[in-house]
């Protein structure tokens, strides 16, 4: 079956970048079938979408970090990580990576599998 | 930029039915999807494309659409119920991923 884990420092100062890699084991990353994203949760606050990325490095990113925000994939690892630059403490959040669903011949898509996420602190 | 709209709470008492909606300008258009976030641990998909279930999810979860609401039913609530729920739904380009604020399901 797979799954999803998130790994990466869990503090990180402000200013500095945030680094977060998923790892994908029990399939490939490489599968046509799938995008894969990233999803972070505030304390206390709801969900955000980040960004998602294909195999061949397609990107769609949330255009409130798109200007902050870089997601890349490496198929050899089977792994995607996410970079986040100039963080402040309203970057502390929950981070998730997630398998996304595209719905064939729709402009549509959804998040059918999820790491258990990570918690990132930005402070000094 | 796009906004899905939720109520923050509802409450209900065990074996009744809960229903939470979400409205977006897009929904006539877009399929929406629904998860559940128990307190720390990750959301899991309870609908998909508007009222499918996936496998696993026990048939009282089910959903519908009308317009621009979405509506999750959850049909003789339990206590293992009481969750956050979130929809979403990307955009009309398809290309933004959005999230409602999310609703509190309490289990009275």
């Known amino acids: 079956q797979l799954q999803l884990q998130e790994s990466g420092p869990g503090l990180v100062k402000p200013s500095e970048t945030l680094s977060l890699t998923c790892t994908v084991s029990?399939?490939?990353?490489?599968?046509?079938?799938?995008?894969w994203g990233w999803i972070r949760q505030p304390p206390g606050k709801g969900l955000e979408w980040i960004g998602s990325i294909y195999y061949s490095g397609s990107t769609y990113y949330n255009p409130s970090l798109k200007s902050r925000v870089t997601i890349s994939v490496d198929t050899s690892k089977n792994q995607f990580s996410l970079k986040l630059n100039s963080v402040t403490a309203a970057d502390t959040a929950v981070y998730y990576c997630a398998r996304v669903i595209v719905v064939v011949l729709a402009a549509n898509w959804y998040f059918d599998l999820w790491g258990r996420g990570t918690l990132v602190t930005v402070s000094s | 930029s796009y906004e899905l709209t939720q109520p923050p709470s509802v409450s209900v008492s065990p074996g009744q039915t809960a229903r939470i909606t979400c409205s977006g300008d897009a929904l006539p258009k877009q399929y929406a999807y629904w998860y559940q976030q128990k307190p720390g641990q990750a959301p899991v998909l309870v609908i998909y494309?508007?009222?499918e279930r996936p496998s696993g999810i026990p048939e009282r979860f089910s959903g519908s659409s009308s317009g621009t609401t979405v509506t999750l039913t959850i049909s003789g609530v339990q206590a293992e119920d009481e969750a956050d729920y979130y929809c979403?739904?990307?955009?009309?380009?398809?290309?933004?991923?959005?999230f409602g604020g999310g609703t509190k399901l309490t289990v009275l």
């Open positions: 029990g399939g490939s990353i490489s599968s046509s079938s799938y995008y």
């Open positions: 494309k508007d009222s």
């Open positions: 979403q739904s990307p955009d009309s380009s398809g290309t933004q991923g959005v």
